[in-house]
């Protein structure tokens, strides 16, 4: 069973650059999550939508950050223009939320290493 | 506002005892506390999870305590292998706008030595 895919794995780019990171949840999955982690503030919750529409983005820094799910198997996060401060790691996660019981559980994808010079 | 705490950045044990991870949370409104593993370059990967209505859950190497009153969980692996070390997430889950909502700690970097 193919895992939750993100790309690319690793992204250096120079500041004021825009950057636009991907994901294609779990077949069948109708959460997606896009999380960030950094040294100091750990895995913070950016977005998450639920059939394909955005449905909290509380966790979003600021209006530089945007993201999209045009359907349900491909998502985007995009940084325009990208600072150094968003150097981190960015993780895509989905499930299934279509569930009598619902634990909590989320699938992660291995990340996208982002680093903003 | 940090919901989920987890106060050791890093824990390190011996193989074959035991290895305590603990988590402290603020929210009386979370119905489901998880752990995740991860290991360097992977995402995190679930581990156990705990109903707010229990206090323990046992899996394999793995239980899970849960004292609400005090608003605290643990994490406890016996016995501890190599193969374990990690950083370990406590996650918190809310069912809120129509979905769930984990809110993690911080992580605690867990080393297990032969």
């Known amino acids: 069973d193919a895992g939750v895919i993100q790309s690319p794995r690793h992204e250096v780019t120079e500041m004021g650059q825009e950057v636009t990171l991907r994901c294609k949840p779990i077949?069948?999955?109708?959460?997606l999550f896009w999380y960030r982690q950094t040294m100091m503030r750990g895995l913070e919750l950016l977005i998450y939508f639920n059939n394909n529409v955005p449905i909290d983005d509380s966790g979003m820094p600021e209006d530089r950050f945007s993201a999209k799910m045009p359907n349900a198997s491909f998502s985007t996060l995009k940084i325009q223009p990208s600072e150094p401060r968003d150097s981190a790691v960015y993780f895509c996660a989905s499930t299934n939320t279509i569930r009598r019981v619902n634990t909590g559980e989320l699938f992660f994808g291995e990340g996208s290493r982002l680093t903003v010079l | 506002d940090q919901q989920v705490k987890q106060n050791s950045p890093s824990l390190s044990v011996q193989e074959g005892r035991i290895s305590i991870l603990n988590c402290d949370y603020t929210n009386s409104m979370f119905d489901y506390f998880l752990w995740y593993k991860k290991y360097p370059a992977e995402g995190p990967t679930f581990l156990i999870s705990?109903?707010?209505?229990?206090d323990k859950n046992e899996d394999g190497r793995f239980t899970v305590f849960l004292n609400k009153s005090a608003k605290h969980l643990s994490l406890h692996i016996v016995p501890s292998q190599p193969g374990d070390s990690a950083v370990y997430f406590c996650?918190?889950?809310?069912?809120?706008?129509?979905?769930?909502?984990?809110?993690f700690g911080g992580g605690t970097r867990l080393m297990v030595k032969p």
């Open positions: 996650a918190a889950n809310r069912w809120r706008n129509a979905g769930n909502m984990l809110t």
């Open positions: 077949s069948g999955h109708n959460s």
């Open positions: 705990i109903s707010s209505i229990k």
